[in-house]
């Protein structure tokens, strides 16, 4: 048996990356809306959810 790696830790680059593709992804899958706002914000989320917001 092997033991377990962690898996790296994504940069906020690829977080905000991650949170825009999802976004076309729910626009896609909705058929309906637009994906600006979640595409444009989406560093400002990641500094909020990274620095600022506790969980």
Not at 27 to 52: E, T
């Amino acid at each position: 048996m092997t033991a377990p790696t962690a898996s790296p830790t994504p940069t906020p680059q690829q977080m905000a990356n991650a949170i825009r593709a999802l976004a076309m992804d729910a626009v896609q899958a909705a058929n309906s809306g637009h994906p600006g706002a979640p595409m444009g914000m989406a560093d400002i989320g990641v500094a909020l959810w990274a620095r600022h917001l506790r969980h």
